[in-house]
């Protein structure tokens, strides 16, 4: 098996158990000081986010860029901050598109 298959294989596990985030992303991983580093553990399921939130747009590529160089707490905070504005922003857009 491939790594993408292998990926696919914990989604659909995800998707047969309807399992929500809490087991990739718990928030315990986000709460504390802002100085507070921000690990692997904490980065890396956001960035899984901001890339299935990224597909079919491609709006999110600094966001993305930026989580990579994010180091402590406070800038993964400001890129989520961030990506959901685009996110919003692109949802008003979609419904001032289908009016």
Excluded: H, W
Excluded at 2 to 30: H, P, S, W
Excluded at 44 to 54: G, R
């Amino acid at each position: 098996m491939k790594e993408e298959g292998f990926v696919n294989l914990a989604f659909n596990k995800i998707k047969e158990k309807e399992m929500n985030a809490r087991f990739i992303a718990n928030q315990a991983c986000y709460n504390g000081p802002d100085t507070r580093k921000l690990d692997f553990i904490a980065k890396a399921p956001l960035y899984v986010a901001l890339s299935v939130m990224n597909d079919g747009f491609n709006d999110l590529d600094t966001c993305m860029k930026n989580l990579e160089k994010a180091k402590i707490l406070k800038e993964g905070k400001e890129v989520v901050d961030k990506a959901l504005k685009i996110i919003n922003n692109r949802e008003k857009i979609i419904e001032e598109d289908e009016d």
